[in-house]
């Protein structure tokens, strides 16, 4: 795997420019921007390893643009470069954290080691992190709760599919747990020790996606000062996860294609073929044969993809799950936080059944995570869950009590008288709540 340096040259663009150049030879991936606010976009959105930074950037101060670094990717090692000899600066930098400061004229091959040390550094916070979470979790599969038997379907699927090489699709509403399973189904697999790469799909416009998947020659555009390194490539051996992809254009997925069947591809602007091994899994929350048969998605791309499709069950299709997730949430989030909450009321707990959850896993989850930190005693009580939990249930003013056992046409009356109570006899309200014209309300009324 390439080791993504990013340098931020400010103004001293030439300086840099020979410093990218060594870089680049001795095999790192390297970009190279002037601004901060350029540089916190790349550490946004691509895997940076390093980033080398003149200490006076315009407009932001050397210790304020560190801090941004830390707090966009806290794992990143920044070492500072200046022209002015400044000891007592360097001191405080790496006193907030910076890995190290130097003065130009820069000795290359002394940089050079710099940040292998720093690469190393990083290698072992990662190994840290990587034990600890296998500590935690003996799977290695990022956790998977829960125990009704659609959610035992997916594990058992995920346990199969794992060990083989087949291309996956998984679909499923926002918040059901997509990443996750993918997370999970590489970590099981034999290429666990290799780069598990993702990529939102929907994040970027068309033309950026082309760069960050397949990588850019220097100079495709305007724009692409340096090389680029994509995602194939960085996944090489490992397994790339291409979430959102029914947002993927016409044009990428020709590419796409291109590289599921024959296993290569161009970087953009480059005439080198470069072959990869990747495994690839989607997600999608949206109906790809829907987009099929619109004409937006590509049918052969889709049975590439799709070799083996893993449909997450929504979490109102499987209401067994919430207790067992609403434990796991808190006892994660308790760790997180350092709260000691024990559980949660009777009555917060069948809130949290009763409601639809369109958000999922992750609606459920973040209304805990508020919930435990409105808690005043040691449990979560109704009174202090979010209120869109409590203004959904059943018996508040939201809802209406309609009978059993009623005909359509009664159910309509029923609907419509309630509607007018609400309303207090206003029937333009009343039509408008039901979605009609005042007319057709009127007509009903009339029991036309
Ligand atoms: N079965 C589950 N067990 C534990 N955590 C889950 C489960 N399903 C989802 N989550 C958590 O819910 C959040 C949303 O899951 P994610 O995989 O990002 O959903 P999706 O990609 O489908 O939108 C994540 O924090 C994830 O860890
Ligand atoms: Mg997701």
């Known amino acids: 795997m390439k080791y993504e340096i990013l340098i931020v040259a400010g103004e001293e663009i030439e300086q840099y420019g020979e410093i990218e150049a060594y870089l680049v030879r001795k095999g790192f991936a390297v970009q190279c921007v002037m601004f901060a606010k350029d540089a916190y976009k790349v550490l946004r959105n691509s895997p940076v390893n390093i980033v080398i930074s003149d200490y006076y950037l315009p407009n932001v101060s050397g210790l304020k643009f560190l801090a941004k670094v830390k707090e966009i990717k806290p794992y990143v090692e920044l070492i500072f470069l200046s022209k002015q000899a400044a000891l007592l600066k360097a001191i405080e930098a790496m006193k907030e954290g910076a890995y190290d400061f130097y003065e130009f004229p820069v000795n290359k091959r002394l940089l050079l080691a710099v940040v292998e040390k720093a690469v190393e550094k990083q290698l072992l916070f990662f190994e840290k992190r990587e034990l600890e979470t296998r500590v935690r979790d003996p799977f290695n599969s990022g956790n998977i709760v829960g125990r009704s038997k659609a959610l035992k379907n997916v594990i058992d699927i995920v346990k199969s599919v794992s060990q083989k090489n087949v291309n996956i699709l998984i679909t499923g509403e926002t918040g059901t747990g997509k990443e996750m399973v993918a997370n999970s189904i590489h970590y099981n697999s034999p290429r666990a020790g290799n780069p598990f790469i993702k990529v939102n799909c929907g994040a970027f416009n068309e033309g950026v996606l082309e760069s960050e998947l397949f990588g850019h020659e220097k100079g495709a555009f305007t724009g692409a000062i340096t090389k680029r390194i994509g995602r194939f490539e960085l996944a090489n051996g490992g397994t790339l996860f291409l979430d959102e992809i029914g947002?993927?254009?016409?044009?990428?997925?020709?590419?796409?294609?291109?590289?599921?069947?024959?296993?290569?591809?161009?970087?953009?602007?480059?005439?080198?073929?470069?072959?990869?091994?990747?495994?690839?899994?989607?997600?999608?929350?949206?109906?790809?044969?829907?987009?099929?048969?619109?004409?937006?998605?590509?049918?052969?791309?889709?049975?590439?993809?799709?070799?083996?499709?893993?449909?997450?069950?929504?979490?109102?299709?499987?209401?067994?799950?919430?207790?067992?997730?609403?434990?796991?949430?808190?006892?994660?989030?308790?760790?997180?936080?350092?709260?000691?909450?024990?559980?949660?009321?009777?009555?917060?707990?069948?809130?949290?059944?009763?409601?639809?959850?369109?958000?999922?896993?992750?609606?459920?989850?973040?209304?805990?995570?508020?919930?435990?930190?409105?808690?005043?005693?040691?449990?979560?009580?109704?009174?202090?869950?979010?209120?869109?939990?409590?203004?959904?249930?059943?018996?508040?003013?939201?809802?209406?009590?309609?009978?059993?056992?009623?005909?359509?046409?009664?159910?309509?009356?029923?609907?419509?008288?309630?509607?007018?109570?609400?309303?207090?006899?206003?029937?333009?309200?009343?039509?408008?709540?039901?979605?009609?014209?005042?007319?057709?309300?009127?007509?009903?009324?009339?029991?036309?």
């Open 247 to 448: 947002d993927v254009s016409p044009a990428t997925q020709i590419k796409l294609l291109r590289v599921l069947q024959e296993k290569e591809f161009e970087r953009v602007g480059g005439n080198e073929t470069l072959k990869v091994d990747v495994r690839v899994i989607a997600a999608t929350n949206k109906k790809l044969k829907d987009l099929i048969d619109n004409g937006r998605f590509r049918e052969d791309l889709y049975y590439r993809l799709n070799v083996v499709n893993i449909e997450m069950p929504s979490l109102r299709e499987r209401k067994d799950d919430i207790p067992v997730l609403v434990s796991h949430f808190i006892s994660k989030i308790n760790d997180e936080h350092g709260y000691e909450i024990i559980g949660l009321s009777k009555e917060a707990m069948q809130i949290f059944i009763n409601y639809t959850w369109p958000g999922n896993v992750r609606e459920l989850e973040n209304a805990i995570e508020s919930a435990m930190a409105l808690a005043k005693r040691n449990f979560i009580e109704a009174k202090y869950l979010p209120s869109f939990l409590l203004v959904a249930q059943p018996g508040n003013s939201s809802f209406f009590q309609i009978p059993k056992n009623l005909s359509l046409q009664e159910m309509e009356n029923e609907l419509i008288r309630l509607t007018l109570v609400e309303t207090r006899g206003n029937k333009t309200k009343a039509a408008k709540l039901l979605k009609v014209g005042l007319r057709t309300l009127q007509r009903k009324v009339n029991g036309q």
